[in-house]
């Protein structure tokens, strides 16, 4: 480390707000750049890059930097991003597995003979499900299919299919991702009647 970012190490960890304004001076735009090409929105970015910052600040007292201080943010910045891009990839999961058809159960939405549009909609929903999940890439939608009709975990599958954990993400991701897409119209129009 140079002996410039040790002098300001040292001026950050006795509170001198000049240190801290310098390193968000030199570091903000790349470290916004950086962030942006992981999680593809601007303003998500700046949060992520804004925040990390911060957190310097606030640890200021115990924080310890044995590299420069650019690669100490950049780790710090990718490690937000990808815990980031987990937390969505988590949330769509869960969203779509909510609105997968033999996950709803009576307790939560009523389907009877007095909801005729709404049996008419599931019915809809349910084979829009299908086509969309046929249409899937072969790999992605075998590892998809492991995954929601199986009930296989991300290492079960990794096993039966002989690809990596991460492959297997991978195809879950972006099984979603397209199923998310071609299924927004209907999703919206079953949230309109259901919840309306």
């Known amino acids: 480390m140079e002996h410039t970012e040790t ?37 998500v970015a ?5 925040d990390t910052i911060f957190h310097v600040w606030e640890i200021r007292e115990t924080l310890e930097i044995s590299v420069s201080i650019r690669s100490y943010l950049l780790r710090a910045v990718r490690n937000r991003c990808i815990n980031y891009l987990n937390s969505e990839r988590e949330k769509r999961e869960i969203a779509f597995s909510a609105l997968m058809p033999d996950e709803i159960s009576d307790d939560k939405i009523i389907l009877t003979d007095s909801h005729p549009l709404g049996m008419l909609l599931e019915r809809e929903l349910e084979e829009e ?21 199986e009930g296989k975990s991300y290492e079960e599958i990794s096993q039966d299919l002989g690809i990596s954990i991460n492959t297997v993400k991978y195809h879950i991701k972006n099984a979603l991702a397209l199923l998310q897409k071609h299924l927004s119209k209907y999703l919206v129009t079953l949230f309109l009647f259901f919840f309306s």
Do not use: M
């Open 7 to 43: 002098l300001i190490i040292e001026q950050l960890k006795l509170g001198n707000e000049d240190a801290w304004q310098y390193i968000y001076d030199h570091h903000y735009a790349l470290l916004c750049h950086i962030a942006n090409s992981y999680v593809k929105d601007q303003f």
């Open 46 to 50: 700046e949060t992520i890059v804004g």
């Open 129 to 149: 499900i299908y086509k969309a999940i046929d249409k899937l890439p072969d790999e992605c939608r075998r590892v998809f299919d492991k995954s929601r009709f």
